[in-house]
């Protein structure tokens, strides 16, 4: 039962900390004002309305029978009430109105209606509230004649409603907007905490970030700037080591090529060199992995333009751009361009054509890529991301290195905030799915 009741309100309850900060300091201010106003509208407003009201209509019950009794002093007895009630008092000869002037939802009516007809019982009695400003107009019938009344307002309802409205809303208005501006700049910090992690969690190197707000989220927010220079200066330095190691490695491979050029057994000659060319591929991954660690800063990309200028750079026609569509994210130009070079020059290695298409959902952009090669078995699609992994028996995707040809792609993409998926294309081929927020 109680699991049930948390699912449910952990459903109606807002998901972001600001409203529900402002439901913890605001119900309470409103639950208080609802409190009050019932209690006065029940025990107060009402019985007080309801004595006045009983009050009023025992003087025109008692008027009526002083009239009734001596009918000679008319004008005496409606100066008097004029002048000490501010009561106007007239008598005709006509019968009541037939339509009626109440008003169904109205309480000073409807407290009214009930003391008349307590006191002079059915159709003897016609009222209207609402004919005049500061005016109740009420009407009895006494034998053959119509005793009329233009009684104030104030005798009727005990205080005024909408004052007491204004009172009770007015603060309580002010209260909540200062609750908001006080917790728009609380919360206002840990929405920059929030986005700075997600920059880095894309990759993107946040210098610009400075703690702020409470002790507790400027505590949070410095400890998430020395993780975050600790975790950059590891990457910089392991970068480094695989630059610095790839550099060193080059100087020795080059003198044993020369050395090579010298022997004149060209048999041993040749499987040394291959060997030697192998090792420098592996150098080169190196440093290509290398690469994706260096600092690069966010910019605007245009996609579509991105494509058309890879397009350009391989100067090979069997390459197709299907999407001409306009797509606009922020990310490393540089990082994107090596990550999809790189799986377009796998399926042009392995395949005769590669098709690019591209198109956006509700949030992201998928980039489609496509080719009529052998394509991958599907249970090593898992295997093909790991790093130093080479698939030799119908398509390596590193052929000439170690197997760090996915590993950087899915580094890149993943640092973007993306994901990246393997498939069988439409051409029989290996389809590369790849999805980037925007």
Same mark, same amino acid.
């Given at each position: 039962?109680?699991? *049930?009741?948390?699912?449910?309100?952990?459903?109606?309850?807002?998901?972001?900390?600001?409203?529900?900060?402002?439901?913890?300091?605001?119900?309470?201010?409103?639950?208080?004002?609802?409190?009050?106003?019932?209690?006065?509208?029940?025990?107060? %407003?009402?019985?007080?309305?309801?004595?006045?009201?009983?009050?009023?209509?025992?003087?025109?019950?008692?008027?009526?029978?002083?009239?009734?009794? !001596?009918?000679?002093?008319?004008?005496?007895?409606?100066?008097?009430?004029?002048?000490?009630?501010?009561?106007?008092?007239?008598?005709?000869?006509?019968?009541?109105?037939?339509? &009626?002037?109440?008003?169904?939802?109205?309480?000073?009516?409807?407290?009214?209606?009930?003391?008349?007809?307590?006191?002079?019982?059915?159709?003897?009695?016609?009222?209207?509230?609402?004919?005049?400003?500061?005016?109740?107009?009420?009407?009895?019938?006494?034998?053959?004649?119509?005793?009329?009344?233009?009684?104030?307002?104030?005798?009727?309802?005990?205080?005024?409603?909408?004052? $007491?409205?204004? %009172?009770?809303?007015?603060?309580?208005?002010?209260?909540?907007?200062?609750?908001?501006?006080?917790?728009?700049?609380?919360?206002?910090?840990?929405?920059?905490?929030?986005?700075?992690?997600?920059?880095? *969690?894309?990759?993107? /190197?946040?210098? !610009?970030?400075?703690?702020?707000?409470?002790?507790?989220?400027?505590?949070?927010? /410095?400890? $998430?700037?020395?993780?975050?220079?600790?975790?950059?200066?590891?990457?910089?330095?392991?970068?480094?080591?695989?630059? *610095?190691?790839?550099?060193?490695?080059?100087?020795?491979?080059?003198?044993?090529?020369?050395?090579?050029?010298?022997?004149?057994?060209?048999?041993?000659?040749?499987?040394?060199?291959?060997?030697?060319?192998?090792?420098?591929?592996?150098?080169?991954?190196?440093?290509?992995?290398?690469?994706?660690?260096?600092?690069?800063?966010?910019?605007?990309?245009?996609?579509?333009?991105?494509?058309?200028?890879?397009?350009?750079?391989?100067?090979?026609?069997?390459?197709?751009?299907?999407?001409?569509?306009?797509?606009?994210?922020?990310?490393?130009?540089?990082?994107?361009?090596?990550?999809?070079?790189?799986?377009?020059?796998?399926?042009?290695?392995?395949?005769?054509?590669?098709?690019?298409?591209?198109?956006?959902?509700?949030?992201?952009?998928?980039?489609?890529?496509?080719?009529?090669?052998?394509?991958?078995?599907?249970?090593?699609?898992?295997?093909?991301?790991?790093?130093?992994?080479?698939?030799?028996?119908?398509?390596?995707?590193?052929? &000439?290195?170690?197997?760090?040809?996915?590993?950087?792609?899915? !580094?890149?993409?993943?640092?973007?905030?993306?994901?990246?998926?393997?498939?069988?294309?439409?051409?029989? *081929?290996?389809?590369?799915?790849?999805?980037?927020?925007?």
């Amino acid at each position: 039962m109680f699991s *049930g009741l948390n699912k449910f309100v952990k459903v109606i309850l807002p998901k972001r900390l600001f409203y529900r900060a402002l439901i913890i300091v605001a119900a309470p201010t409103i639950i208080l004002q609802l409190i009050i106003t019932v209690v006065f509208y029940d025990s107060i %407003w009402i019985k007080a309305n309801k004595n006045t009201t009983r009050s009023l209509v025992a003087q025109l019950k008692t008027i009526e029978e002083v009239y009734q009794n !001596d009918k000679k002093n008319l004008d005496f007895f409606t100066d008097s009430y004029k002048n000490n009630f501010n009561f106007e008092i007239g008598i005709v000869q006509e019968v009541l109105p037939d339509i &009626s002037g109440e008003r169904k939802f109205s309480p000073m009516d409807r407290s009214l209606r009930r003391e008349l007809k307590s006191t002079f019982g059915n159709n003897n009695y016609w009222f209207s509230t609402s004919k005049f400003k500061n005016a109740v107009e009420i009407k009895i019938k006494s034998e053959n004649e119509v005793i009329e009344f233009l009684v104030p307002k104030e005798m009727v309802s005990a205080s005024s409603v909408r004052l $007491f409205v204004l %009172w009770t809303t007015l603060p309580s208005l002010i209260l909540v907007l200062i609750a908001l501006v006080f917790l728009k700049n609380q919360t206002r910090p840990l929405v920059r905490l929030a986005k700075a992690a997600e920059r880095f *969690g894309k990759g993107d /190197y946040v210098n !610009d970030f400075r703690p702020s707000g409470a002790a507790e989220i400027r505590k949070a927010a /410095y400890e $998430f700037d020395r993780m975050a220079k600790r975790i950059n200066r590891h990457l910089n330095q392991r970068s480094e080591m695989l630059s *610095g190691i790839s550099h060193d490695l080059r100087t020795p491979l080059t003198r044993l090529k020369l050395q090579l050029e010298m022997i004149k057994q060209k048999d041993i000659s040749q499987n040394m060199s291959k060997d030697i060319d192998e090792m420098e591929g592996m150098l080169n991954d190196y440093l290509q992995f290398a690469k994706t660690q260096t600092k690069e800063n966010t910019t605007t990309i245009d996609l579509a333009n991105l494509f058309i200028e890879i397009k350009k750079d391989l100067k090979n026609e069997n390459l197709t751009f299907l999407s001409s569509e306009k797509t606009i994210l922020k990310g490393r130009v540089s990082s994107l361009k090596r990550c999809f070079e790189n799986v377009i020059n796998n399926g042009l290695t392995y395949g005769e054509k590669v098709y690019v298409n591209l198109y956006k959902s509700s949030n992201r952009v998928i980039i489609n890529i496509e080719d009529d090669g052998p394509g991958i078995p599907e249970d090593q699609y898992k295997n093909v991301f790991k790093p130093f992994f080479r698939l030799d028996k119908s398509r390596s995707l590193n052929k &000439s290195g170690v197997g760090l040809g996915l590993a950087i792609v899915e !580094d890149i993409i993943n640092s973007h905030g993306g994901n990246i998926q393997l498939g069988t294309s439409k051409y029989k *081929g290996l389809q590369v799915k790849i999805s980037l927020p925007f």
